[in-house]
T-cell receptor, first 113, second 117 residues
Framework: DVKVTQSSRYLVKRTGEKVFLECVQD?????MFWYRQDPGLGLRLIYFSYDVKMKEKGDIPEGYSVSREKKERFSLILESASTNQTSMYLCASRLNTGNRELFFGEGSRLTVL | AQKITQTQPGMFVQEKEAVTLDCTYD???????LFWYKQPSSGEMIFLIYQGSYDEQNATEGRYSLNFQKARKSANLVISASQLGDSAMYFC??????????????FGTGTRLKVLA
């Protein structure tokens, strides 16, 4: 069964802490994504990676960075967490060909106090 | 500008009945893909169905079908024989299929469906 796994379902952090959200996929997908989901705003793209060590900024990259050292792993980093980064974070992956449907992880709900 | 509009924030349907979730889109791309995703309360986004803009036939996947009307720019999801497990948030999404922007998925704000026993 194909899978995208996010390391933490729920996290609580304090303002100013460094936060790592990890995502691993086992489908050998080239492309990986980090989205943020907030009520009434739908999904917004934070960063996209089209291959190892390659990344593109999405719509809301401010306050975030990413790392993709291996094909299967894509990490989202909050250098100094702030309360406005309290949200649901969704990782996704896809092939770069075909229908290009996204395969999502279960999400990581982050609360910054 | 690319945009997805889902005008129904919430809907109810009786178990075993069919329901249509509306989605309209706006794009200047000639080639694009349309998707529907289901998000149960657990949080995971589950892919349901895909329609390519050049596909002449409406897509079907089991109880899901996509009513694609290109001239009206609509891509409504039809769920037949609703089940209690269909209660979830449903998102319509679109992406260009050519060019450098194929990673730019546009998502609607979602429709919350509640199936009644």
């Amino acid at each position: 069964d194909v899978k995208v796994t996010q390391s933490s379902r729920y996290l609580v952090k304090r303002t100013g802490e460094k936060v790592f959200l990890e995502c691993v996929q086992d489908m050998d997908h080239e492309n990986m994504f980090w989205y943020r989901q907030d009520p009434g705003l739908g999904l917004r793209l934070i960063y996209f990676s089209y291959d190892v060590k390659m990344k593109e900024k999405g719509d809301i990259p401010e306050g975030y960075s990413v790392s993709r050292e291996k094909k299967e792993r894509f990490s989202l980093i909050l250098e100094s967490a702030s309360t406005n980064q309290t949200s649901m974070y969704l990782c996704a992956s896809r092939l770069n060909t075909g229908n290009r449907e996204l395969f999502f992880g279960e999400g990581s709900r982050l609360t910054v106090l | 500008a690319q945009k997805i509009t889902q005008t129904q924030p919430g809907m109810f349907v009786q178990e075993k009945e069919a329901v249509t979730l509306d989605c309209t889109y706006d794009t200047s791309d000639q080639s694009y893909g349309l998707f529907w995703y289901k998000q149960p309360s657990s949080g995971e986004m589950i892919f349901l169905i895909y329609q390519g803009s050049y596909d002449e036939q409406n897509a079907t996947e089991g109880r899901y079908s996509l009513n694609f009307q290109k001239a009206r720019k609509s891509a409504n999801l039809v769920i037949s024989a609703s089940q209690l497990g269909d209660s979830a948030m449903y998102f319509c999404a679109m992406t260009p299929e050519r060019g450098s922007g194929t990673y730019k998925y546009i998502f609607g704000t979602g429709t919350r469906l509640k199936v009644l026993a």
